[in-house]
C-alpha cells in the first residue's frame, strides 16, 4: 500500500512568487492534514480536511496560504505571494475515517524562500 | 492552551549506551502523548503512544509513560544503535485530528 506522497520534495523560490504544494494521502484515507515546521521549530498545525470540507484552518497563518483538496482525494496548499518567512517543511498527513486512528505522514516538501 | 516541551539537541551517544529524552507538556483536560521518529530522508514515523495516565507505551525497545503528577512522558531506552539516528518529536492530541508536537530532539549514535 503506498503511503502519503508529497510533491515536490524541494522547493526554492523567490520572494513574491507563487508555490503550490501536493499532498497524496493514503487512498481511502478521508482525513488529510497540513503541518509545517519553521526554522528548526516546533512542527504546528495548518489545517485539517474531512473529504473535501475544511473542518479546521484554525493554523492557517494568514490569507497569503490556500488549501484546497477537490473531489477528497489530493490535496494542493498554494503559497501567493511566498514570504522569507514562509520557508520550511511542510509535512501532510492522512488517517483513516474511524475515530482515534493513526495518522500517517509524508515525507515533507522543504520550501526555500530567498 | 496545549503545548510541548521537549529537550533541545542535538543528542551524541555511543552505541549501547542508555538514552532519554526529556518531554514534559502543558494541556487541557486528558490528552494522549505520542513519541514520532523521523529517520534520515523518511517522513515523520509513530513511534509510540499513551493515551491515559500511567500507561506505558513501547516499540522497538523504546518506552514511555504518561505520568500526570508531572505532566511528562520521558523517552527511554536501555541501549541504542547507530541505526535509531533520528529526530525525535515529542506531541499530544485530544482527539488524534490535531497534534501538538514539541521542537524536535535529534539523536545522533555513534558506533
Known amino acids: 500500500e503506498a503511503g502519503v506522497t508529497q510533491f515536490p520534495s524541494h522547493s526554492v523560490i523567490e520572494k513574491g512568487q507563487t508555490v503550490t504544494l501536493r499532498c497524496d494521502p493514503i487512498s481511502g484515507h478521508d482525513n488529510l492534514y497540513w503541518y509545517r515546521r519553521v526554522m528548526g521549530k516546533e512542527i504546528k498545525f495548518l489545517l485539517h480536511f474531512v473529504k473535501e470540507s475544511k473542518q479546521d484552518e484554525s493554523g492557517m497563518p494568514n490569507n497569503r496560504f490556500l488549501a484546497e483538496r477537490t473531489g477528497g482525494t489530493y490535496s494542493t496548499l498554494k503559497v501567493q505571494p511566498a514570504e522569507l518567512e514562509d520557508s520550511g517543511v511542510y509535512f501532510c498527513?492522512?488517517?483513516?475515517?474511524?475515530?482515534?486512528?493513526?495518522?500517517?505522514f509524508g515525507q515533507g516538501t522543504r520550501l526555500t524562500v530567498v | 492552551g496545549n503545548s510541548v516541551t521537549q529537550m533541545e539537541g542535538p543528542v551524541t551517544l555511543s552505541e549501547e549506551a542508555f538514552l532519554t529524552i526529556n518531554c514534559t507538556y502543558t494541556?487541557?483536560?486528558?490528552?494522549?502523548l505520542f513519541w514520532y521518529v523521523q529517520y534520515p530522508g523518511e517522513g515523520l514515523q509513530l513511534l509510540l503512544k499513551a493515551t491515559k495516565a500511567d500507561d506505558k507505551g513501547s516499540n522497538k525497545g523504546f518506552e514511555a509513560t504518561y505520568r500526570k503528577e508531572t505532566t511528562s512522558f520521558h523517552l527511554e531506552k536501555g541501549s541504542v544503535q547507530v541505526s535509531d539516528s533520528a529526530v525525535y518529536f515529542c506531541a499530544l492530541s485530544r482527539n488524534f485530528n490535531k497534534f501538538y508536537f514539541g521542537s524536535g530532539t535529534k539523536l545522533n549514535v555513534k558506533p
Open positions: 494541556a487541557t483536560g486528558y490528552p494522549s
Open positions: 498527513a492522512s488517517s483513516h475515517p474511524q475515530a482515534n486512528t493513526e495518522a500517517f
